[in-house]
């Protein structure tokens, strides 16, 4: 009898059972270190914090972790156990620095372990840890992440919160030893003095108040510890991209610029990038929580493609982050996996109008032409020039009206953004406007409106932005993306880029005749989700200038890194934010870019 096991075509089962007993393979031994000290971190720290958790039933397995040692249990048992959290997703990620704190820890638990309890037991779960983890030291070589100092402060409150709660916790769950009924804001304040290593207002019978002051002693260190250590380690800082990593990029996209929409917006100045051996490609991209994620296609000779990509997948392994690829097209995909062995999969549609095949007339373009129409005969008017054609005051208003049109706090934008407005390098960039004379008195002049085009090649532009003034009439965007559309053949455009449509396929087959249940449920849960994200009235918004509709993928490695991948791209979409508060941000952490064609701010009219 044979079975497939990790790709094998023909494994006995003798065979397999011969691997199950030989243990973890060793690629594998950091994610099995990284969960055990999850698991001996999070029952020390129970430990630490209910002393009935010490003397029960559990009793005979807590006493033979590290940390749960003699007069100190508690104060050794928190520390031990915050520690080794700590530890664990660094461990899970091959990283080096926490090899290394993991094997100066465990040995002192042993040696703690003999000391106090004279557990041999414990001394030996201890060295096992230690022992695997020395024997696959190879398995350990990712670098350090990309990081500010800014994370002292980020530890200090993060740490400083959890540490003042487990003291809360501590300081309440011996009812039986307090002296007197301490009220709430008796127990915060012995917390904080006891973080300080001062005593309390709260007194206790017999030695708990020795292992209370310990406890909170050990976590008071533990934060100023950790909050110094980051403080002062060397800093790595965000990555930027530099003048000459810019012009290489602007180089490549004056020769190969046409292949793929989103080419340009490889020109963001917040992200890295990877040149192909040769240097005739290149593979952009940002580091977010863990998760390497690039944007678009590679840039350059499609034949330098894998050199790139090769590039790629080194430095990702080198920091054991997780590679991922977002909005890439059908031809990047296939190059991505078969390079890679990674997996693709259908993220949504990016609509293109045909310049040439664009026109009003007809029953089907009749919403948007009777719109655009009544817009027009309320007095606005439209102007679409290149950047360079615009005098640096008037770009100056457009750059402080596109601001504060903005709706959200945080500037959104990644894969699908550039970032910038009316930058010197950026002459080639179409800027649409609208405005309605006789009202310059605004803030903004008559300037109502805007939209963004950045180049695509030498005859297209792709939509980087749409932003409008909430008090000017409905329609604005459809407005102005029609006059782009036909200035388009003066300025030498061919093709225009407009939204992408998250998901279009699903909506547009789930709303046909016949669909059947699942497709049905499947689009009503993206309708649903179109309550916060416009997923349902982006793709109705694209699809009234009958647009072809180009195919978008997202490649990944396991679909277990899917989860991750999307947090990670909606953080550096601006979806979510987790920057620290506004006064505390640093310069260099300050977002740069201006709604991405997919951000919910931008407001779509309806027919």
Known sequence: ???????????????????????????????????????????????????????????????????????????????????????????????????????????????????????????????????????????????????????????????????????????????????????????????????????????????????????????????????????????????????????????????????????????????????????????????????MLAGGDPIGDVEAWPGAIERFMDEAKAHSWTPAVMGCSERGGEVWTRETGLTALELGDEAVVDVADFSLAGRAMRNVRQMVGRIERNGYETRVRRARDIGPTELERIRRAAADWRGTDTERGFSMALGRIGDPADGDCVIATAHLPGTDDGPHGDLKA????????????????????????????????VASLQAAGKLGVKQVSLNFAMFRAALARGERLGAGPVLRGWRGLLIFLSRWFQIESLYKFNAKFKPRWEPRFVVFRTSRDLPRIGIAAMRAEGFVNVSLPRPFRSRDRQPCGHAPRTAPEREVSAA
């Open 450 to 481: 805007v939209l963004h085009f950045v180049p695509w090649g030498r005859d297209g532009m792709s939509l980087e932005l749409m932003r409008r003034d909430r008090s000017a009439d409905p329609g604005m965007n459809e407005l102005l993306i």
């Open 1 to 291: 009898m044979s079975v497939t096991v990790d790709g094998d075509k023909s494994v006995s089962v003798p065979q397999r059972m011969r691997r199950l007993l030989r243990g973890p393979r060793p690629e594998a031994v950091p994610a099995v270190v990284g969960t055990a000290c999850t698991v001996v971190g999070l029952i020390d720290v129970v430990a630490g914090v209910f002393p009935r958790f010490r003397h029960s039933r559990m009793h005979s397995l807590a006493e033979v972790l590290p940390g749960a040692l003699g007069p100190f249990a508690a104060a050794l048992s928190l520390s031990a156990g915050i520690l080794l959290l700590l530890l664990a997703h660094g461990l899970k990620r091959h990283k080096r620095r926490a090899w290394r704190a993991a094997v100066l820890l465990l040995p002192a638990g042993a040696v703690a372990q003999f000391a106090y309890r004279h557990s041999v037991v414990g001394v030996l779960v201890s060295l096992t840890l230690c022992a695997l983890l020395l024997r696959h030291r190879d398995q350990f070589r990712a670098l350090p992440d990309p990081r500010s100092r800014w994370r002292a402060l980020a530890n200090f409150v993060l740490l400083g919160a959890s540490s003042l709660a487990l003291g809360l916790v501590i300081v309440s769950v011996h009812p039986g030893r307090v002296v007197g009924a301490p009220s709430i804001a008796d127990r915060l304040q012995h917390v904080l003095y006891g973080l300080f290593g001062v005593e309390g207002p709260v007194d206790y019978a017999g030695r708990t108040s020795w292992t209370v002051a310990y406890s909170l002693g050990a976590l008071g260190l533990l934060t100023a510890v950790t909050t110094i250590y980051l403080a002062f380690r060397p800093e790595h800082p965000a990555a930027r991209l530099t003048e000459d990593d810019e012009s290489r990029l602007r180089a490549l996209l004056a020769t190969h610029g046409g292949r793929d929409s989103l080419g340009h917006f490889a020109l963001r100045r917040d992200k890295a990038v990877v040149f192909s051996p040769s240097g005739k490609a290149a593979v952009c991209y940002r580091v977010v929580s863990g998760v």
